[in-house]
């Protein structure tokens, strides 16, 4: 069994930062992108940031320049640092992994249940 778990979400006034942040956990093999999606209320999931296994990285335009992602492969670890947050960055944070359990297995999406995060103006 694999298991996501995000943590650092919170409120935040507009300008500030917060920093999220998701553990895998479980049998892992290895682990392909790392992605965090985020669902504002009333609208679809988007994906907001990936890191792919070899460190490269893509961003949402709306959050380009104001958020990074970083992993740490060891300790199955991604982070999304939020600077410069907007209360349209409110929303549900979930974080997505394509997971590799065994060697020469199947890669399959997992998902964490999500972090709130609301911006006030």
């Known amino acids: 069994q694999v298991q996501l778990v995000e943590s650092g979400g919170g409120l935040a006034q507009a300008g500030g930062s917060l920093r999220l942040r998701c553990a895998a956990s479980?049998?892992?093999?290895?682990?392909?992108?790392m992605n965090w999606y985020r669902q504002a209320p009333g609208k679809q999931r988007e994906l907001a940031a990936r890191i792919t296994e070899a460190g490269s990285t893509n961003y949402a335009d709306s959050v380009k320049g104001r958020f990074t992602i970083s992993r740490d492969n060891a300790k199955n670890l991604v982070y999304l640092q939020m600077n410069s947050l907007k209360p349209e960055d409110t929303g549900v944070y979930y974080c997505?992994?394509?997971?590799?359990?065994?060697?020469?297995?199947?890669?399959?999406?997992?998902w964490g249940r999500g972090t709130q995060v609301t911006v006030s103006s």
């Open positions: 997505n992994m394509i997971i590799t359990r065994q060697r020469m297995g199947v890669s399959h999406d997992y």
């Open positions: 479980g049998s892992i093999f290895s682990i392909n992108a």
